[in-house]
T-cell receptor, first 109, second 112 residues
């Protein structure tokens, strides 16, 4: 099956800093999504982005499908951005998402 | 619009006991999924459904059964719980296989 690798595994920031999270995948994909799991465990869909660039407020994401990676940018980070960020992909031959192991982000005040 | 709901939120079982987790969605989504999340790992797919009356195995289906008798409900059953099934279980739904997933709040299950 497809392999999904996220980096870094852990990231600690001061409030106001910017960050970039990376997701590498091992095969062609139909679908790529970014999720945020807050400290209370709730999972929120951030982006559906199989290719191209999208922006939503302070967050943006870019997927370069031909090079098999996606980036999630967080600008002017806030303490509420803390949590785990997951990348999930659906390979072209499949019908379900495979999740990476996540990036644990901690934003300190 | 409640989205995706799960019951119960917490449960403690003894080894060998059985239970059913209920997932309900009010968005008229065709696709529904059960995932488990273990410490330090991403989410792993247990079973999924592409419509009412259908079910399919995911990545880690052993020890679980599912049913989708109604479009809005997706049930996950454990017939004989084992400590290895201690986990947080998430249900999700989507309008298409490539659509954005909507997750429920999770069920924390402990098997002693």
């Amino acid at each position: 099956g497809i392999q999904v690798e996220q980096s870094p595994p852990d990231l600690i920031l001061q409030e106001g800093a910017n960050s970039t999270l990376r997701c590498n995948f091992s095969d062609s994909v139909n679908n790529l999504q970014w999720f945020h799991q807050n400290p209370w465990g709730q999972l929120i869909n951030l982006f559906y982005i199989p290719s191209g660039t999208k922006q939503n407020g302070r967050l943006s994401a870019t997927t370069v499908a031909t090079e098999r990676y996606s980036l999630l940018y967080i600008s002017s980070s806030q303490t509420t951005d803390s949590g785990v960020y997951f990348c999930a992909v659906e390979e072209t031959s499949g019908s379900r998402l495979t999740f990476g192991e996540g990036t644990q982000l901690t934003v300190n005040p | 619009n409640a989205g995706v709901t799960q019951t119960p939120k917490f449960r403690v079982l003894k080894t060998g006991q059985s239970m059913t987790l209920l997932c309900a969605q009010d968005m008229n989504h065709e696709y529904m999924y059960w995932y488990r999340q273990d410490p330090g790992m991403g989410l792993r797919l247990i079973h999924y459904s592409v419509g009412e009356g259908t079910t399919a195995k995911g990545e880690v289906p052993d020890g679980y059964n599912v049913s989708r008798l109604k479009k809005q409900n997706f049930l996950l059953g454990l017939e004989s719980a084992a400590p290895s099934q201690t986990s947080v279980y998430f249900c999700a739904s989507s309008y298409s296989p490539s659509g954005g997933l909507n997750f429920g709040p999770g069920t924390r299950l402990t098997v002693t």
